[in-house]
């Protein structure tokens, strides 16, 4: 992709015959969709969004410049948006973008490694760390302040509580 970009969102579905997208934010706010105009597909495609707005369910409705029918809407449908990293706003203490914490190290409170994190999900009700051993998941943890103890980015690794881990 070039230079180095995140995952903010994905092109849930399209809207109406006239090319109107939802888009759903894996960023903390949808706002974020309004302040930002250089949003890239996957493959590079920059995507200009025309008139967003949020919804009641805090998803982006919008229409994509040069998207002018269901059918080419329909083309977006699943695709994931990224912005450039250096476009994100700096983190406070204890934040992390998911994207940096993909490949960290998940060891025990005693430091025994259990595995790295391959995934983040995040399906409403917080975040989840997917913990893969030798490319097959073993275990979920979730992503809170009494299941992670410690995000070390020097040693590259996550702290975890073991009694958390869902296996």
Same mark, same amino acid.
């Given at each position: 992709?070039?230079?180095?970009?995140?995952?903010?969102?994905?092109?849930?579905? /399209?809207?109406?015959?006239?090319?109107?997208?939802?888009?759903?934010?894996?960023?903390?706010? /949808?706002?974020?969709?309004?302040?930002?105009?250089?949003?890239?597909?996957?493959?590079?495609?920059? &995507?200009?969004?025309?008139? /967003?707005?949020?919804?009641?369910?805090?998803?982006? &409705?919008?229409?994509?410049?040069?998207?002018?029918?269901?059918?080419?809407?329909?083309?977006?449908?699943?695709?994931?948006?990224?912005?450039?990293?250096?476009?994100? /706003?700096?983190?406070?203490?204890?934040?992390?973008?998911?994207?940096?914490?993909?490949?960290?190290?998940?060891?025990?409170?005693?430091?025994?490694?259990?595995?790295?994190?391959?995934?983040?999900?995040?399906?409403?009700?917080?975040?989840?760390?997917?913990?893969?051993?030798?490319?097959?998941?073993?275990?979920?943890?979730?992503?809170?302040?009494?299941?992670?103890?410690?995000?070390?980015?020097?040693?590259?690794?996550?702290?975890?509580?073991?009694?958390?881990?869902?296996?």
């Amino acid at each position: 992709m070039g230079a180095r970009r995140v995952c903010v969102g994905i092109v849930a579905k /399209p809207l109406g015959i006239k090319g109107q997208v939802k888009l759903h934010s894996y960023t903390a706010s /949808p706002d974020f969709f309004l302040q930002h105009a250089r949003l890239f597909l996957k493959d590079g495609t920059e &995507i200009v969004l025309k008139y /967003p707005r949020i919804d009641r369910s805090g998803d982006v &409705i919008t229409c994509v410049e040069g998207i002018n029918n269901r059918t080419d809407a329909d083309g977006l449908r699943l695709q994931e948006v990224f912005v450039a990293r250096e476009e994100l /706003p700096q983190l406070g203490d204890g934040e992390y973008y998911h994207e940096d914490l993909i490949g960290l190290n998940v060891v025990d409170d005693k430091h025994k490694r259990l595995g790295q994190i391959s995934a983040i999900q995040d399906y409403g009700a917080g975040a989840f760390l997917e913990i893969d051993s030798t490319g097959i998941k073993i275990a979920t943890i979730p992503f809170n302040r009494e299941a992670i103890i410690a995000v070390d980015f020097q040693a590259c690794e996550v702290v975890i509580n073991k009694r958390f881990l869902l296996l």
